[in-house]
């Protein structure tokens, strides 16, 4: 019998009771699962998407594991929609001991949103961005961020001026640099909360190539018929896998106090050399603060 997500993850001893998590892209692929694990394990679950059906069917899902369940849909190509979600959440808790900035996508068309940002810089990166700034302020010690990223980011390169604009778009060199900015900012989130003296983990992880996920949908042609094939291969991680290392990050007792740090699924691993460069953090961070027109979010 095919192990579960909380088998694959390690955690099946955990007890969320009492507590509050976020996924965001929680309607399908690895965040629906991990939103329905962690609701197993006894958390409150915020489940985010663009489709309400199927956010309700997730809702559904978690009671029927006597969790709750609450969906709000919001686009992140839309910043009045990221903070309403992030004004419902504060609304309906004050404590938010998980937030999983699972959504984004592969975008094959070249677009610029009404902020003026390239698309998949703007819903991959800025919106993850923001809605972390409006509530970080809830994670309380002993919380958890966890940002969904990718080994694309090894092919990425982070050059902000491009940004602002889809011309000479590559689907493939915007969603590379969306993910190098992933990383970035989940080492630079940790390094400002270590500053402030905050005991919450932020932590960024590849989940593996996953053709079960919604992810192919976005790629060109044939494309999405050959990525599903490729799940009787060995190697290619299914999406019970991929999930599995989000809540490995978010739940686990073993990851508790690793922080600052890139996983390959749930495996420790080196990231890529523009990763880990501290003055890009740096100026990724205040830029794309600059970007959305706030404060510095956690400022030194």
Not at 134 to 143: F, I
Not at 267 to 292: H, I, K, V, Y
Request: hydrophobic residues 40%.
């Amino acid at each position: 019998m095919a192990q579960t997500v909380l088998e694959r993850a390690g955690v099946t001893d955990r007890d969320l009771t009492g507590s509050t998590a976020l996924v965001t892209g929680s309607t399908s692929g690895i965040g629906r699962q991990a939103a329905l694990a962690l609701g197993s394990l006894g958390a409150d679950v915020f489940v985010h998407g663009r489709d309400e059906a199927a956010g309700r069917c997730v809702v559904d899902d978690l009671a029927a594991r006597g969790a709750d369940g609450t969906f709000v849909r919001a686009d992140f190509a839309n910043v009045e929609a990221v903070r309403e979600l992030a004004e419902t959440v504060r609304e309906t808790t004050d404590t938010l001991d998980v937030l999983v900035n699972n959504a984004g996508g592969y975008f094959r068309s070249g677009a610029t949103t009404d902020l003026g940002v390239e698309y998949t810089f703007h819903v991959n990166h800025l919106s993850p961005y923001l809605l972390t700034a409006e509530l970080v302020d809830l994670v309380p010690d002993g919380g958890r961020v966890v940002t969904t990223a990718s080994a694309a980011h090894r092919s990425g390169s982070l050059d902000l001026d491009t940004v602002s604009s889809a011309e000479g778009y590559s689907a493939m060199s915007a969603y590379s640099r969306s993910k190098l900015a992933n990383v970035l900012f989940a080492f630079e989130l940790d390094r400002r909360l270590d500053r402030l003296g905050r005991e919450v983990t932020a932590n960024a992880v590849h989940p593996g190539a996953i053709p079960g996920s919604n992810f192919a949908r976005f790629l060109p042609g044939p494309l999405p018929r050959l990525v599903g094939l490729l799940g009787s291969l060995p190697f290619v991680t299914d999406v019970d896998d991929g999930a599995a290392a989000l809540v490995y990050l978010a739940a686990a007792e073993r990851t508790a106090d690793i922080s600052g740090r890139y996983f390959d699924q749930q495996t420790p691993s080196t990231p890529s050399s523009a990763a880990r460069n501290t003055e890009s953090q740096r100026r990724l961070w205040t830029e794309s603060a600059a970007l959305l027109g706030i404060d510095d979010p956690l400022p030194e």
